[in-house]
């Protein structure tokens, strides 16, 4: 239960011995560029894992830190949790400075990937170490863990040791240590990556029910999109260590503010087109493929109000919003995937593969090697710029 | 024909299971001999050993035993009760302040971590017997010879002990565990005592062992630095017996002694046997 601010935090990580520009020989003074294995900023000081980092996390808000592996999502996280130090900038949490404060006491809990459980203890041990910590009485610890272990339905496993139990049962314990404690903000660190997927969806809508049992602040991080569009209040998509873009889980999937978070949010990715921008009578047009449509009034507006200038696009169509018809962008159908109430047919058009989501009475198994053409809806483009990705409506 | 194959096959079967079983029998007989060489010898009397060896046991056990426990030079009760105190102080410490040093260089990041650790790592091409010289010239410089806790001291440095504690860390501890551990609230120190200890419960007990062992029948450090009589470690003792002049000497006491001497290590090794067997093999398969 507390507000996190997290102003201008940068980390930075101290270059290591093996990342050191080498000297080429002995007495030669040029340098051979070290392997760079992912595209963070380097600075003389080291490799920027996250900079310019901006939050304001409301109380009981459920936030999520999104982006692929080498973003910078769980560093942060590791930099509210006080295990990783700040480079530069400041956190807050329930307004106070919290930068050089112990984990311990900054009054959060932390859920691990891989559960981290004390193997030698009990589950009942497990989750009542912090308060024994705290030198809580006896009696207190034994409702405390009892009502955690109530709430996430492991009261017939308290007496086994972690290895007795599954993945899932685990991460429910992990859960129980981390609530048992009523922390201000409770931390978790892709908690559903080790699950399989049916465990991972069923933990998933476990968490959401949690969520509404316990009156705290969530900050959670995956690189699972589906994860943050279903448990979020907000997600936050970062990338090489920026933030891309924060908005609630439909704004973020409606209006992308870039190529990365357009291509990023959303299962199949949204296809990109090269294509070109048209003023015409006032009136804004997206040329791509031998086809033009209109945009929508809404987007029309607010590429007016930006006095958006015709150019050349990138423009980006959800699967979902691609429909097939008589002519329009052209394309030839490798594979198609029957999903049950739909079908996904991916396409080749031009050299570029694209993926439609069509209704199982328009596609069936005979579309393989077949010619379609498909369109889309003027309120279903996404414009963006070609030559910084940004999205040109906002 | 498929009646053949099977034959021929089962036969194979047969030959390589009589190699290894021969294998491991010879082995197992070679480590096996001397103890039961021990326990014959000291069932005889001193003119019986001049006379070879025999594979059945003589009656002199007793005769040996009380000869062992009344020899003047020696005092059995006091020697057990000094080796016991050096081996399992040393057994303790050890283990305790190695993979106290092993924690430190695996979870904590600090300037020049690697080389601490490979500085520790070469204290282990050092013979004992050259820092030995060093050692035995202070004690005597400042009267600290005839002190059972110089003896366990300088046995807290074990950088093989250390070593084998780091590896052992590295396969089991996932740091956030510890991390873990950290925000719940507890303090490094007990993280170190409530947490890690016990997950190390296995690379302990094996270390435990060898170091109680190793100290057990450390002959080197205590015949340099002990040489009064309330004192002396068992090793002395059966040392003493060993090069008792003409008149006095007596293999079957020496025998009987040595018997005596490695009872208690055969204790320990059976109670902790399990623990043995469960670190050697810990890490090698996925848990």
Known sequence: ?394 | MSKDINKSARIKLLISRIVVYGILIFLAFLCLFFFYLMIINSTRSNAQLKTGFTIIPGGHMLDNFINAWNDGSINIPVGMKNSFIVSSMCAVLTTYFSALTAYGTYVYDFKYKSLVHIFILAIMMIPAQVSAVGFIQLAYKYNLTNKLWMLIIPSIAAPSVYFYMRQYLEATLPLEMVEAARIDGSSEFRIFNTIVLPIMKPAVAVQMIFSFVGSWNNYFMPALLLNKAEKKTVPIMIAQLRSADYSKFDMGKVYMLMLMAILPVMVIYIILSKSIIKGVTSGSVKG
């Open chain 1, 1 to 394: 239960m507390a507000e996190v601010t997290i102003k201008n935090v940068k980390k930075v990580y101290p270059f290591r011995e093996t990342d050191k520009p080498k000297k080429k020989g002995l007495f030669k003074k040029t340098v051979e560029e070290p392997v760079r294995r992912n595209n963070l900023e380097r600075t003389a000081d080291g490799v920027v894992a996250v900079q310019e980092f901006n939050l304001d996390i409301k109380d009981k808000e459920f936030i999520v830190l999104v982006g692929p592996s080498g973003c910078g999502k769980s560093t942060t996280l590791r930099m509210v949790a006080g295990l990783e130090e700040i480079t530069s900038g400041e956190l807050y949490i329930d307004g106070k400075l919290v930068n050089s404060v112990e984990p311990k006491d900054r009054d959060i809990a932390m859920v691990f990937q891989n559960y981290a459980l004390y193997p030698h203890m009990t589950v009942y041990d497990n989750i009542a170490y912090s308060l024994k910590i705290k030198n809580t009485p006896k009696d207190v610890i034994d409702k405390k863990v009892r009502e955690a272990a109530e709430i996430l339905d492991i009261t017939q496993y308290l007496q086994r040791k972690p290895k007795a139990l599954s993945g899932g049962q685990r991460q429910r314990v992990a859960i129980g240590r981390a609530i048992v404690r009523n922390p201000k903000v409770l931390l978790m660190d892709e908690p559903l990556s080790n699950l399989d997927a049916k465990l991972r969806n069923q933990m998933r809508s476990e968490i959401i029910k949690l969520r509404k049992r316990i009156d705290t602040t969530f900050i959670y991080v995956t690189h699972d999109q589906t994860e943050a569009m279903t448990l979020g209040d907000r997600i936050v998509v970062m990338k090489d260590g920026f933030i891309q873009q924060i908005g609630t889980p439909q704004e973020v999937f409606d209006h992308p503010r870039n190529v990365f978070v357009a291509g990023f949010i959303g299962t199949p990715q949204m296809n990109f087109f090269d294509g070109e921008l048209i003023l015409k009578d006032g009136k804004y047009y997206v040329k791509t493929k031998g086809i033009t449509v209109e945009l929508s009034a809404e987007k029309q507006k607010r590429l007016h109000e930006h006095n958006v200038q015709p150019q050349e696009i990138t423009l980006g169509i959800r699967p979902e919003h691609l429909y097939l018809s008589p002519e329009g962008i052209e394309g030839t159908v490798d594979v198609s995937e029957l999903m049950g109430s739909s079908r996904h047919l991916h396409l080749n058009a031009d050299g570029k593969d694209i993926i439609v989501i069509a209704p199982t009475d328009e596609a069936d198994e005979g579309f393989n090697g077949k010619t379609v053409h498909l369109s889309f809806l003027g309120k279903s483009a996404h414009i963006f710029s070609k030559t910084d990705e940004t999205n040109l409506e906002y």
